[in-house]
């Protein structure tokens, strides 16, 4: 199981809750949407589980080894993980769409407008775990979880 999180705004209690459930879940693998990058590094060290981190727009100045996006393998399928701000997420998931379509990714993590979605469109899964610690539009602090089971891409949102 990989575990998606992000716009955890370094949120402390939020990111103890988090910890505690990825040392209790133990996934192969979480990944960090941005918002900001020192969160994901800060998990890496608390719960010793691989993961990957970009930086999000509150991540600011010269971050080493922090990208705007990355594309990274899991269980054979390829994933980008960005923030979404350059795509305009809040407004629309074209662009975002569009720039998967481009990489030929299977599936996009993103974050940025702190709002939980799991949907397919056009054979490629849109993925944004919502935000740890300001969520929005009625929503609480989340995460998600993706696995691959026979080779489709399955995940469910959840709450802290």
């Not at 269980?75 to 980008?80: C, D, E, M, T």
């Not at 979404?84 to 662009?95: A, T």
């Not at 929503?139 to 995940?155: L, M, N, Q, T, Y």
Request: hydrophobic residues 40%; positive net charge.
């Amino acid at each position: 199981m990989l575990l998606a999180l992000g716009d955890s705004h370094r949120n402390r209690i939020a990111l103890d809750k988090i910890a505690e459930l990825i040392g209790t879940e133990r996934p192969q693998l979480f990944v960090h949407t941005g918002d900001n990058f020192s969160d994901y590094k800060l998990l890496r060290k608390k719960t010793g589980i691989p993961g990957f981190g970009v930086r999000g727009n509150c991540d600011m100045g010269i971050i080493p080894g922090a990208k705007e996006e990355l594309i990274f393998s899991y269980a054979g399928k390829q994933i980008l993980l960005t923030h979404g701000h350059l795509y305009g997420v809040k407004y629309s998931l074209r662009d975002l769409h569009q720039r998967a379509e481009e990489l030929g990714v299977d599936a996009v993590i993103f974050g940025h407008s702190h709002v939980a979605l799991l949907e397919r469109a056009g054979g490629i899964w849109l993925i944004n775990p919502g935000s740890l610690s300001l969520p929005r539009r009625g929503s609480r602090p989340g995460f998600a979880r993706i696995w691959v089971d026979e080779g489709e891409i399955k995940g469910e949102l959840a709450t802290l």
